[in-house]
């Protein structure tokens, strides 16, 4: 990767502490500021420890919670933009409204 600018370097560093935490990065050639921003902004709703997934049905809107080892945990991706975001507990997941997840 040619990195022109310390914010290209900066966005580097974010892909890489991205990958290290299970964030499958994918760069569009077309748009990578765009891809940047994306893995920049899940990655900073994550805490260490943190590793229940509280996404927003594209469908319904509902709050789901999911947990690691659960059917589609790995599938699912965090994007705070559309409200989504990471808890530390099933309890804080519970008492901000949020479900769990079936299956």
């Known amino acids: 990767m040619l990195v022109k600018s310390r914010s290209g370097l ?6 890489a502490a991205a990958a290290v935490v299970g964030f499958v990065v994918v760069a569009v050639i077309n748009q990578p500021e765009k891809s940047l921003s ?7 709703s994550f805490k260490i420890g943190c590793d229940i997934k509280g996404n927003v049905s594209i469908n319904s809107g509902a709050k789901i919670y999911h947990v690691p080892g659960q059917r589609y945990y790995r599938e699912t991706n965090i994007r705070p933009e559309f409200g989504e975001r990471w808890f530390c507990s099933e309890a804080e997941a519970r008492a901000a409204g ?3 997840a079936g299956g």
């Open 10 to 15: 900066r966005d580097m560093a974010l892909v």
């Open 38 to 44: 994306a893995v920049s902004s899940a990655f900073s």
């Open 98 to 100: 949020w479900r769990k």
